[in-house]
């Protein structure tokens, strides 16, 4: 059994300084946003640091995992000569968690603003705050990344370890709440247990039912539904000469350049706020193409719109639509029809297409429940917060009901 005294804790202030292999070991299924790749593009950028708003803190927790052990003590028992050995490979990176101070409440997708003007209001400072998360990402994942080798009782013993320096950079930092977005719905049921208040939020979702083709999947909508969806990407395709997947370590220079401008055009044209910066997209095709398929719309061989897709194995990750100008029908096909039709081809299980958008529902994507967790320094503050989440959890749940009265699905096949 792995106990705290095996265990040490540390901290980062960037990335960099943490070995790209061992963070990567760590669990990190579904969702790519907290792989090593991605948080050095956002650092390198400028996206995240203090001068953004997103301080960085990694928080390690090294040990000897229980794996490593067994082995050293078979061998011991297998041969006396080696009964005084210590394993010479040194504590591994067995956890670890993405925190970052913040002196706002943007780019996290699970709002706040309300709960810091009634704060402010009152007299008590909200900021600084701090947030686990994937920086202006609104996507699930694990927040506590652990090492797979962990039994249960060290994953157990790891977790708490890393709540712990949670608590305490908080204390060191003078934080007046700490704030788990997007996290998984059993790490949110571990932070209820240490004392955190649950919050859930929703989103559109699709899922894969082993459709064989995107036909199979529209037989599984109402008839009008259906109609609908053909008729959308019969119009869509026809305004271009073609509409095509791009893994990243392939996208030209011109392709490149038409990402940025995509992501900026859009918001720009909705008053959104640019969380990334310029030089995102460029330092995340060099740290990660892995991950990174563009969707591109040609015409006369030049792409005039396009969607930024994250793919691992467990599934499709839609973030950014642009285009040079509109055209009827293609944020659909590039934004959703397309990602499905890919998930269906590869046999991805599921497909997230961003935050927000009832219009989603008509189109496969039905409500899911999204889950975070929220503690606040001030009792007082902390007591009217956890008595609001009570009530905004009852609605959600009530409203996410009604939602999947209003989809796409036929009622033999929901």
């Known amino acids: 059994m792995l106990g705290l005294v095996d265990l040490t804790l540390t901290e980062r202030k960037s990335i960099e300084s ?11 299924a579904p969702s790519p946003f907290l792989e090593w790749g991605f948080l050095r593009a956002l650092e390198i950028s400028g996206s995240v640091g203090p001068e953004a708003g997103w301080d960085p803190h990694y928080l390690l927790v090294h040990g000897d995992p229980p794996s490593d052990r067994a082995e050293l003590r078979a061998a011991q028992e297998n041969s006396p000569d080696r009964a005084g050995e210590r394993d010479q490979r040194g504590p591994q990176l067995l956890g670890a968690v993405a925190a970052y101070v913040k002196d706002h409440s943007y780019g996290e ?25 994937a920086p202006a990402t609104p996507a699930t994942g ?19 370890r890393l709540i ?7 204390d060191d930092r003078k934080c007046g709440s700490i704030h ?66 791009v893994p990243g370590a392939e996208l030209t220079a011109t392709s490149r350049a038409a990402l940025d401008r995509f992501y900026r055009r859009t918001t720009n044209l909705y008053g959104g706020r640019q969380y990334l910066r310029p030089t995102f997209f460029q330092s995340l095709l060099e740290l990660a193409p ?14 005039i719109a396009g969607a930024l897709f994250f793919e691992t194995e467990q599934g499709l990750y839609g973030r950014y639509w ?7 029908f293609l944020h659909f096909e590039a934004a959703y029809y397309a990602g499905i039709e890919r998930c269906i081809e590869l046999g991805l299980p599921l497909f997230e ?16 429940i999204c889950h975070s967790a929220h503690w606040l320094r001030h009792p007082g503050l902390d007591h009217g917060v956890r008595e609001f989440l009570r009530e905004e959890t009852r609605a959600i749940a009530h409203h996410v009901r009604e939602l999947h009265g209003y989809g796409p699905y036929r009622a033999d096949s929901a």
């Open 322 to 328: 642009g285009c040079d100008h509109e055209l009827e």
């Open 353 to 368: 297409a961003g935050a927000q958008g009832e219009h989603k529902l008509l189109r496969g994507f039905l409500p899911v």
């Open 18 to 28: 943490v070995e790209r292999a061992s963070w990567n070991a760590l669990e990190h």
């Open 290 to 303: 892995e991950r990174v398929r563009f969707l591109e719309a040609i015409c006369d061989s030049e792409p």
């Open 142 to 160: 694990r927040r506590i990344l652990l090492h797979p080798s962990l039994d249960e009782a060290g994953r157990h013993a790891v977790t708490q």
């Open 180 to 245: 788990w977005l997007f996290t998984t719905e059993d790490e949110r049921e571990q932070l209820v247990a240490a004392g955190f208040a649950a919050r859930s939020s929703f989103q559109f979702h699709w899922h894969n039912r082993g459709y064989a083709n995107f036909d199979e999947f529209l037989a599984q909508l109402t008839s009008r539904k259906r109609k609908q969806i053909r008729k959308e990407r019969r119009r869509a395709q026809a305004q271009v000469d073609a509409i095509r997947f």
């Open 109 to 133: 997708y699970i709002f706040d603003f309300h709960w810091a003007r009634a704060s402010t209001q009152a007299g008590i400072p909200y900021y600084p705050k701090l947030v686990i998360a």
């Open 164 to 170: 712990e320096g949670v608590r305490a950079l908080a």
